[in-house]
């Protein structure tokens, strides 16, 4: 892995370059939930005819723009964000995740380096949240087995009280149970009333 703060420095003692160090800062923390998007702001001033990257502490270069090209001309040198970054923004330097993953986690800052000067944006701590539990296709088919079972349970006893009470011929209990059963609270209560009134 590559050390950005020692590389800085080689360039500017080897090339007599001065750098400003942004991606040493203190990062701005960025939460996200695993599997959504995310957009990192560059905030540093772009220069067409300079060389753009986002970088990742600890990883170096995961991204490079060359100078006087096009915001979708660019190289990925990560392989694991191949297919999910891309650049946005008004000049094409804002870096865009998608389908982000746990691995993702880190500190991210953009670059321009020129003839004489290296500019390192303020640095983004992306920190990636559990999405929860995700039903899959198993789950689904034991819940729809559950909600059947509830039903079947259901109607059979409705079924079991009915045949209960009419064979001891209690109109009044048959009355009540279906009352429970298929009336509203509000409605229900109208509807005792007057059952007790008619018996």
């Not at 259901?154 to 298929?182: D, E, H, P, W």
Request: proline share 4%; with cysteine.
């Amino acid at each position: 892995m590559v050390d950005t703060t020692y590389l800085a420095a080689v360039v500017a003692l080897v090339l007599g370059t001065s750098v400003e160090q942004g991606g040493t800062a203190t990062p701005v923390e960025r939460p996200v939930v695993e599997g959504g998007s995310v957009e990192l702001r560059c905030d540093i001033p772009y220069v067409r005819s300079e060389d753009f990257h986002w970088l990742r502490s600890n990883d170096g270069v995961i991204l490079k723009r060359w100078a006087n090209t096009q915001p979708d001309e660019f190289q990925i040198f990560h392989l694991g964000f191949q297919g999910r970054v891309s650049l946005e923004g008004p000049d094409g330097v804002d870096l865009r995740i998608n389908n982000v993953r746990r691995e993702d986690e880190g500190s991210y800052y953009c670059q321009q380096i020129g003839a004489d000067t290296s500019r390192d944006g303020t640095p983004q701590k992306l920190l990636v949240a559990d999405a929860g539990p995700r039903l899959d296709s198993g789950d689904i088919a034991g819940i729809s087995v559950g909600a059947i079972s509830g039903i079947i349970i259901v109607i059979v006893a409705t079924s079991t009280i009915t045949y209960y009470c009419c064979k001891r011929r209690n109109q009044k209990t048959i009355l009540i149970v279906a009352g429970y059963m298929f009336l509203p609270h509000t409605t229900a209560s109208i509807y005792f009333s007057l059952l007790q009134a008619c018996y």
